[in-house]
Structure formats: C-alpha cells, structure tokens
C-alpha cells in the first residue's frame, strides 16, 4: 500500500504546484481588453475613439468644435515620405495628427442624388490618399432631399461622419432684383453662340451658390475650414500632412492646385464689378494683395487668371468676413451670375487677389490631383516616388501656356521645379 499512497502524494503536489505557478503568472499578466470588435467598428462609424478622451460616443460634439485626438494605435498609421518642409509645424513622423487633435474641418461636396457613383468614387480617392488617417466629416448638400441609398452608400465609405443638408429655396432660385425675362435672353443668346453652360439655369445657381451661400449653410457654420471635393475627381498621390494645419499653421486662407484662364465670354463685365468693390471698400484691400496676378495693367483690366475652385482648401472664417460679404454683395446685385455667366472660380479668386494679402494664398505642389480636362502632377521626380504617385508627369498642366502657375510664381518671386521646361507646351 506504501507504493501507491506514494504515488498519489506526488501527484496531488504537481497538480497544486502547477495551480500555483497559473495564478501567478496570470495575477502579473496585462488584462486583455473587453472591446468587440463591433464596438471598435461602431465607435469609429460614430467618430468616438474609446483611447481617447473627447466627445461621448454620441456622434456629436460641441457646436464648432471637431472630435479631438489622433486615431487610436490600434489603426494602421501612414508614414510620411513628403519632406519634413511639408508636414505642419507640430506634426510628427508617424502620420498622425499632432496632439489636439483634428482640426475643426470638414469636407464639402455639393452634389445631386444622380452623382452618387461619380461622389464614391471621389470619397475613395480622398479617403484612400489621406482621410483614413484623419476622418475628418464629410458635409454634403444637395438643393433636393438625399435619397436613402446616397446617405447609406456615402455614409458607409467615409471614416468621419457623414452629414447631409438641403439648401434652401432662396439659396437656389432668382433674387428679386433679377430681371428673369432679361436673364432668358441672355441664356438664349449663349446657347445660339455656344457658349458652355450658357443656356443652363441650374449652373447659374451652382455658381451663386457656391460664391456667396455655402459656407452660410447651418451645418458649414459649425467648422473653421473646409476642403471642397467634386464628382469623379482624382488624387495621384499619398497626402501625407494635414492640409488644414498646415494652412491654419502657416496664417493661410486660401489654396489651389490649379490656376487657367476664364472663358471671356462669360465675364464680360465682372471686373467692372470688381472696380467697383474696390472703390467703395477701401478698407478691405491691403498693400500686398495679388493684384499683379489678377491684372497685367495695374488693376485697370482683368487678364482673366483664376484658380480652379473644384479643387480649393479655405478658411470659412474668411468667406464669412465683412470683406467677403461686401465683395460677394457687390457682385450680386450687379446680376452677373444671371445677366451673364459668372462661375465661382473668378468669383473666389478676384476676392482671394484683392481681399487677402499674397502670402495668404497657397499653391499645394504636393497634392496630386485631376479634375477632367487638367491634371496637376509634381514635377519633381522625388517628390513622386515619395509620395507614391501614379500620375503621369507628362499630363502637367502647370507650366502649359493656358495654365496661370507661372504668372503666381512670378508674382511670388519662386524658381520654378527643376525639369519644368519638358512639361512645358
């Protein structure tokens, strides 16, 4: 009996000695987290980031403030390859934002119910290049009510929220100081000469709209900047800095990629109203403005230069400014969105040469980007590797003889990229 009572002690002491050893290692072991995945999925759909401390999971923040801090470590980072030059001051190397957070930003898009495959696949070229870092919103108005399959689509393909508002009625239809009969004839005339979207009414309140009402919408009057993004647009290249930073960093209120000539035939008489502005608000024009980008004359004449406004970072603060207001005032009431065709770009980018002072104004090299017909591709050869673009640098509009770029680094006393010249008409 000895030899198996032996046998049993020895066998209840390796069972309590490996009981021992378990409790141990588990008392010193991390605790594993209790987070779902769905919870994960569900705080990011709601722009909540349980690691960091911000708004409640409610899918609202504050009025005029965006959901603070950096996107959890849990989600793959980006690394930058731009130059250091490009990221923000306080950005860091990983790709995240600085900490603080976003910046109190959104995307907008004005769009229609039918443009929602040509808008996905500008959230996925957005998204994929830079957002899926940053999830900023995503404001989407329409002059008609969304339709559930647009909300449900667009929703699930951005990483911030998505919000959707419909422009009121007197943002989107004739004024009353317009004479319609006289603004008929006018489309009429267009559309006999071939004027593009000359005979189009729709267009027509797409341009006031987007020059003077916009950035009034409820849902636009709760950010500081905001990026414009249109249909069936492109981006070439890895964006790794925040560009909303940068500009809010660098004391910038307005950018572009791309600059060109107007059609003169749709602003005949715009720089008259320009004139005009000038001389009843002194106050609002500073020294250094870029007027000699605007007009090769001094100011007397418009060479019809502007910036590409499908593609524009800005500050909302300035478009809502008394010296926007006045200039945008001005310019309506004098009818030329009706009574001719004015379109927001050299509505935006007379205001952006006379109201800002020069340096106030941003060129984005880095932001690889096409709208048809022009492509915007770095010239620079590093640049493109780094950024991993997949543009072809031949298709550069910047320094063909249509394009401005050249006039605003003359203007800005910038040497042009080396290899400028095989890019060249």
């Known amino acids: 009996m000895a030899g198996p009572a032996r046998v049993t002690r020895y066998v209840l ?34 722009g909540h980031n349980p690691s960091v401390k911000g708004p409640e999971p409610d899918g609202k923040s504050s009025k005029g403030k965006s959901p603070v801090g950096p996107p959890s470590s849990e989600e793959k980072i ?58 900023y919103d995503w404001v989407f108005l329409n002059d008609k009510d969304f339709e559930d399959d647009f909300k449900k689509v667009t929703t699930a393909l951005v990483s911030g929220t998505a919000r959707y508002g419909k422009v009121p009625k007197e943002h989107w239809s004739f004024p009353d100081f317009i004479d319609q009969d006289k603004a008929r004839k006018v489309r009429e005339d267009m559309a006999e000469r071939k004027i593009i979207y000359g005979d189009s009414t729709s267009y027509r309140h797409m341009c006031r709209f987007e020059s003077g009402f916009f950035f009034r919408q409820p849902l636009m009057l709760e950010y500081e900047w905001y990026w414009r993004v249109e249909p069936s647009v492109k981006l070439f290249c890895d964006i790794n800095f925040d560009p909303f930073r940068y500009m809010a960093e660098n004391n910038k209120k307005y950018s572009f990629v791309l600059s060109l000539y107007e059609y003169a035939e749709t602003i005949p008489t715009i720089w008259d109203s320009a004139k005009k502005f000038i001389t009843n608000h002194p106050e609002h024009i500073p020294e250094d403005n870029s007027m000699k980008w605007l007009s090769d004359d001094g100011g007397e004449s418009y060479n019809h230069c502007h910036f590409w406004s499908n593609f524009e970072v ?14 945008f005032d001005t310019l309506d009431k004098d009818g030329g969105f009706f009574y001719e065709r004015w379109g927001d770009a050299p509505v935006h980018s007379i205001a952006a040469g006379l109201i800002l002072k020069k340096e106030e104004v941003h060129w984005f090299e880095d932001i690889a980007y096409w709208h ?54």
């Open 13 to 46: 002491f390796a069972f309590f000695g490996i009981m021992i050893i378990y409790f141990i290692s588990s008392s010193t072991s991390a605790p594993k987290s209790t987070t779902t995945n769905f919870e994960k999925w569900k705080g990011k759909k709601l």
């Open 78 to 135: 980006m690394a930058p390859s731009s130059s250091d030059a490009l990221l923000a001051p306080g950005a860091n190397k990983t790709g995240l934002p600085p900490l603080g957070g976003r910046m109190n930003a959104t995307f907008v898009s004005l769009v229609r119910n039918s443009d929602l495959w040509d808008i996905a696949e500008s959230i996925r070229q957005v998204e994929d290049r830079f957002n899926r870092n940053y999830n």
């Open 314 to 327: 800005g500050s909302l603060e300035w478009l809502r400014s008394p010296a926007y207001l006045d200039f």
């Open 372 to 425: 048809v017909p022009f492509t915007h591709c770095p010239t620079s050869e590093q640049k493109r590797l780094d950024n991993k673009c997949h543009c072809n640098p031949k298709d550069n509009f910047d320094w063909k003889g249509y394009s401005c770029t050249s006039r605003w680094f003359e203007m800005m006393g910038l040497e042009k990229p080396k290899g400028f010249e095989e890019q060249a008409d």
